[in-house]
């Protein structure tokens, strides 16, 4: 059951990955989708990030009931929970929703109103004209904004923990500065380039095998978020699993 | 010249074409015609190859598209020119940049070279000066004719137009006719014209195909297509007033 659609995806990524016919047209394509994918999910990536920050640092405060433990260790709580795993797979699901649906229904729209197929009849490789350039503009895009996203949540941890008075500025600037491990950061890129590729790749498809009319191509945008977090929360596991 | 064998499409349990088989001549229009739901479009589409066929095959000037891989029909698509009964313009551009897509595409071309042929195309179709207008903002029939103009602009060798006329004014229809006739003569082109409209019929219908549920019932010309006792085919001929009364004067 699984393997049909599976089968299908692999087919039409190696279409997707087809010698482009002009790499001028792409280039610009591809400048067009960092733009909308990119600048267009800063806003939402930076209020999801602060509070993401902030909710970390006043709940991990308040577990810490423990005297023997250094305050300090809120800031390194914040700093790695946010590089490793609140960024990137957040930020990731939260651009499923943004960027999976946008890119699901407008390819799907252009299916159904045989804009697909007037490519397809002027000889352009359509997977290839449509799918790469939001690809490759989304892994170029998306790890951007996981650097982003982690530099903006431990800064809401550091307003948070400061203003609630749960950590001292002090405490959480020695705790974001001691022992850290530059291989989380790693870890964290490979994930934001990984979901990149699902978020975007997961959608195309979806919208590309749209059947039907505008209703189905409501069904494609939701069964695009909806295939694309699942998918990103099973990588975001395998990769946990390899990589640490 | 564009040969048609024994093509056979089904839609799941919809045997949509049953075995047609025709000769589309160059420098001529052909038009195919019959009733909705007939399997027009559906022709078209295994012809060009959006649709992949059970069985037979379509051969451009000698050469077996329905054989090739991908690679090797591009080739034949460069030299391809449709218009969807839909139109099927690209959204996302305006008029203009629709129209220059192809040959962003496929030529090297400088931009005032093709700005000028985009220019000559939408003049062809009486929509000089619409360059910067999306396809949002144009009428039904507008979009045919820029559907047009981009179907043309590559000079192309085989031209496919799914209903030119529906949705425009009898004028502008007549236009729309003229246009690809002239276009067909001027270029030796290979010209498919799909419709329904008896006025197209009558005016460019040098050879027609009608089909029936899917099979060829009927092939000849306008001059010829008036005299027949297929039965369905007088249906579809004489279906206005306004035919049976000239059929009657005719007698
Ligand atoms: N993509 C498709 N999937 C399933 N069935 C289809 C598809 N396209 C066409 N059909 C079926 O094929 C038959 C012929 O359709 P087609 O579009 O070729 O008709 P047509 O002659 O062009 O009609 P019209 O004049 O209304 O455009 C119809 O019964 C239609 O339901
Ligand atoms: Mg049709």
């Not at chain 1, 600048?39 to 999801?48: E, F, K, P």
């Not at chain 2, 034949?76 to 313009?89: D, K, W, Y």
């Not at chain 2, 220019?119 to 619409?130: D, I, P, T």
Request: charged residues 20%; contains cysteine; hydrophobic residues 45%.
């Amino acid at each position: 059951m699984i393997f049909h659609p599976l089968g299908k995806y692999i087919l039409l990524l190696k279409a997707v990955f087809r010698r482009p016919e002009k790499w001028n047209i792409y280039r610009r394509e591809i400048f067009h989708e960092m733009n909308s994918i990119g600048v267009g999910s800063l806003g939402i990536i930076a209020i999801i990030s602060v509070f993401l920050g902030a909710v970390t640092t006043v709940q991990t405060a308040f577990q810490l009931v423990s005297d023997l433990i250094p305050k300090s260790v809120i800031g390194s709580i914040v700093r790695d929970s946010s590089i490793l795993e609140l960024s990137p797979t957040i930020s990731a699901i939260v651009l499923a929703g943004k960027v999976g649906s946008s890119v699901a229904s407008q390819i799907g729209t252009m299916r159904v109103t045989e804009q697909i197929d007037a490519l397809e009849i002027m000889g352009i490789n359509s997977p290839g004209y449509l799918i790469l350039p939001k690809i490759i503009g989304g892994i170029v895009t998306i790890p951007m904004l996981v650097i982003i996203s982690i530099g903006l949540s431990i800064f809401g941890g550091y307003l948070a923990g400061t203003a609630s008075g749960a950590v001292t500025a002090q405490d959480f600037i020695t705790g974001i500065t001691t022992d850290f491990n530059p291989f989380t950061f790693t870890v964290s890129m490979v994930k934001a380039v990984i979901f990149a590729f699902i978020i975007t790749s997961v959608s195309a498809y979806q919208g590309f095998y749209t059947d039907g009319g505008a209703l189905e191509v409501g069904q494609s945008s939701t069964k695009a978020v909806v295939i694309s977090c699942i998918a990103i929360l099973f990588a975001d596991y395998v990769i946990a699993q390899l990589l640490l | 010249m564009i040969e048609v064998k024994n093509i056979h499409k089904t839609f799941g349990e919809n045997h949509v074409l049953k075995g047609i088989s025709a000769d589309f001549k160059e420098g001529m229009c052909n038009l195919i015609i019959g009733g909705s739901g007939s399997g027009k479009t559906t022709l078209l589409k295994c012809m060009v190859g959006l649709h992949e066929p059970e069985e037979g095959s379509v051969i451009y000037d000698g050469r077996d598209f329905t054989r090739m891989n991908f690679e090797t029909r591009i080739e034949i698509r460069t030299e391809i020119g449709m218009l969807f009964q839909g139109s099927a313009l690209f959204d996302s551009m305006n008029v203009e940049e629709n129209i220059m897509f192809p040959l962003n595409m496929f030529t090297d071309q400088h931009r005032k070279e093709k700005l000028e042929r985009v220019n000559f195309c939408l003049e062809r179709v009486n929509l000089a000066g619409k360059n910067k207008l999306f396809p949002a903002e144009l009428s039904g029939g507008m979009k045919k004719r820029v559907g047009i103009a981009r179907a043309i602009a590559m000079n192309p060798k085989y031209l496919f137009v799914d209903e030119p006329n529906s949705g425009l004014d009898p004028k502008t229809s007549i236009v729309i006719d003229d246009l690809i006739q002239e276009l067909t003569e001027e270029y030796k082109t290979t010209t498919i014209v799909v419709t329904h409209d008896m006025n197209s019929v009558m005016g460019i219908g040098e050879n027609i195909i009608f089909l029936h549920q899917g099979e060829k019932w009927w092939e000849g010309s306008n001059k010829e297509i008036s005299d027949t006792d297929n039965e369905e085919l007088n249906e579809f001929v004489f279906a206005s007033k306004f035919m049976r009364a000239l059929q009657k004067n005719k007698k």
